[in-house]
Structures are given as structure tokens and as C-alpha cells.
């Protein structure tokens, strides 16, 4: 009986664990952000822009943590942004300013403060 008891109290204990993780919701590039909200989504956007936005959402946050946007230009990483996020919900960003150097293909990685990767985006910056 106390096998069958163990066995019950580690399934559930995992699926705690399992149900308390940083939850990802939601991750978009954009031109800007307003209100909190990203505004004009796309994977396409012009150098006439000046700047390109990462917006992330998360409806899980068990414990105060840190993300990482890395963003990445032509496969070289050009700059990481430490952030913190609290429970229970939160949203953030990050923003690069755009040159005329800043042309061709772009990818911000999301990682979670251990560093495994979330989610990466992939965008174009374009005349």
C-alpha cells in the first residue's frame, strides 16, 4: 500500500512541478509598443522604421525570474537584454535601434534565465 501511495504522491508532485513552469503565451515582433500592447506585427520591416521591437508575454510566472531576448543579425549576436519578469502574469520588451548596416535577416532568441531556448523569431529588415 505505501508503494502504491509513493507512486501516487510522485506522479502528482511532477505534475505540480510541471503545471508551475514559466509559461510562454505569447512572442511577436513589431514596430512598436503602445499601452503595453505590441502594435503592427509583421516579419518584414523597414529601415525607414528606425527601430524594431520583441514584445513577450507570459500567463505563468510562478517565481520572480529573468529572460533573455538575444538578437541576432546575419547569425552574429549583436546584443543579449537581461529581464525580469514577476508573477503571476507579465509582458515585456526589448527594442533595437535600426542603421542602414542593419539590413537582411534578423532572429531574436527567448531563453529562460538557464538559458534554454523558448522560442526565436526570425525577421527582415529591408529598404
Not at 19 to 33: G, H, N
Not at 44 to 50: L, N, P, Q, Y
Not at 53 to 76: A, G, M, Q
Amino acid at each position: 500500500m505505501a508503494a502504491v501511495f509513493l507512486f501516487m504522491w510522485s506522479a502528482w508532485s511532477r505534475d505540480l512541478s510541471a503545471a508551475d513552469e514559466l509559461k510562454l503565451v505569447r512572442a511577436v515582433m513589431c514596430e512598436t509598443i503602445q499601452e503595453y500592447a505590441p502594435v503592427f506585427p509583421a516579419v518584414v520591416f523597414s529601415i525607414e522604421r528606425g527601430r524594431v521591437s520583441c514584445f513577450t508575454e507570459f500567463d505563468l510566472v510562478p517565481e520572480k525570474t529573468y529572460i533573455h531576448h538575444k538578437w541576432y543579425r546575419r547569425d552574429n549576436l549583436v546584443t543579449v537584454k537581461r529581464l525580469t519578469i514577476n508573477p503571476p502574469r507579465w509582458s515585456s520588451f526589448t527594442s533595437v535601434q535600426l542603421r542602414d548596416a542593419d539590413k537582411g535577416p534578423w532572429r531574436v532568441e527567448i531563453t529562460d534565465g538557464n538559458d534554454n531556448l523558448m522560442r526565436t523569431l526570425r525577421f527582415s529588415i529591408t529598404d
